[in-house]
Structures are given as C-alpha cells and as structure tokens.
C-alpha cells in the first residue's frame, strides 16, 4: 500500500557494515512491525513496537536493532551485516487493539550483503 | 512453539484447473488470515477467517477454517494467469498482533 513506504528499495552492502532501513507510515496505526522473507521459510518476525516506548523481540532479533523514532516511522538496523542477512525485508503495521485487525505490507527492501 | 505448515510449497497447474493449499497449526487459532503476495510485490491481505467451520467465498476463491480451529484451506476454482502469486496463511492468534506465516504456496498457471 502506498501508505507504507519503505527506504531504500534495494541495497547492496559489504560485510561488516552497518545500514539502516526505514519505513514510514500514513495510515495512523500505533503498531508496526519488521519481518523478513526468505525463500521457502514466508515471513519471520524481527522486531515489533505497539509505540515509540514500547519495542518488542520477535523470532529472529539477534543481529538487528530497530528503532521507533515517531508513531509514523520504525527502522530496522543491522550493526555489522553478513551474508545471511542477505533477504527480502518488509514492515508492516497494524490498528491496535483488536485481534482481528489485519495488517499493511509495505513494498519491501532487497538486501544483499556480499 | 507454535508453527503453521503449508502444504503444497509449489504448484504448477493448467489454466482453467483448479488449485488449494492447506494450512495446519498445531494448536488452536483464535483467527486465520490469508494474504496473497504477486511476483515482485508484497503481501496482500486477502480475507479473514474466525469462526469454527467458517466458509467465506471471494469470486473464485473459497477459504475455510476446520471445525477444530486448528487448519484452513484456499481453493481457487478455473485458475486464470491472474492467480500467480504465493499464498500465505497466517495464525493471528496473539493478542499482541503478531502473525506467524505459514512457508507459503507459490502457484504458477501455464497460459
């Protein structure tokens, strides 16, 4: 949806290094949330935050950071990315408060990291 | 923990024939969500299934939750090129919003 965008949409990086991606969102949700996607695992949750003050480890936190900067923006950092990094990286967020809300994908950001 | 498998990982079908994947969980979900990602985009959010038995039909598309609450199925009827896409479950159980995806089922239709 073009309520979520995310930055940048494609990067390459070397190991070692350390990138941010970023996402922002006009659909005023409270909750957002980073997933990555690999061939054949779907979507596995990194991090969530249910606002600026409250962040939250998802399955596979360890070697990423995230940080709430604003309601609207959530970016998911890796401090020295490696090769097993390399995936396609999506945020997302969500009404709060009712457990049948759905969620708004954002367009994704290819990572490779040589 | 808690794991959602979906079954087929790939199909490769005809157009005009018909397609499901099946989802299973092992344990009870309070909801399932079905979302469909095409070639290059991000998931979309398809439909969404709660109660016990539930069938809900979207055009050519029929998504059902099992009496237990425990599986779910997608069936496409008449496959149009249209279709290609994978299609992922989703438990969205947990009171703090997160979905646990299944692997997916990607379909290619031959034209």
């Known amino acids: 949806d073009a309520d979520v965008t995310q930055t940048p949409r494609n990067r390459i990086t070397k190991t070692g290094k350390r990138i941010m991606l970023e996402c922002s969102q006009t659909k005023g949700h409270d909750r957002m949330y980073w997933y990555r996607q690999d061939p054949g695992l779907g979507l596995r949750l990194i991090y969530y935050?249910?606002?600026?003050?409250?962040?939250n480890k998802g399955e596979i936190s360890d070697g990423y950071s995230v940080s709430r900067q604003a309601q609207a923006k959530f970016s998911l950092s890796l401090e020295s990315a490696i090769p097993n990094q390399t995936a396609l990286y999506f945020c997302?967020?969500?009404?709060?408060?009712?457990?049948?809300?759905?969620?708004?994908f954002g367009p994704g950001t290819r990572l490779t990291v040589l | 923990g808690q794991q959602v498998m979906q079954i087929p990982q790939y199909q490769h079908v005809q157009e005009g024939e018909d397609f499901t994947t099946y989802c299973n969980s092992s344990?009870?979900?309070?909801?399932i969500q079905w979302y469909k990602q095409r070639p290059g985009g991000h998931p979309v959010f398809l439909i969404q299934?709660?109660?016990?038995?539930e069938v809900k039909k979207q055009k050519r598309l029929t998504f059902q939750f099992g009496e237990a609450k425990k599986n779910s199925s997608l069936h496409i009827t008449a496959t149009q090129t249209t279709d290609v896409g994978t299609y992922f479950c989703?438990?969205?159980?947990?009171?703090?919003?997160?979905?646990?995806f299944g692997q997916g089922t990607t379909l290619q239709v031959k034209p």
């Open positions: 997302a967020t969500r009404a709060g408060g009712f457990v049948t809300d759905t969620q708004y």
């Open positions: 989703a438990d969205g159980s947990s009171n703090t919003g997160k979905l646990i």
């Open positions: 299934l709660v109660k016990s038995g």
């Open positions: 935050s249910f606002d600026v003050k409250d962040i």
């Open positions: 344990t009870t979900l309070s909801n």
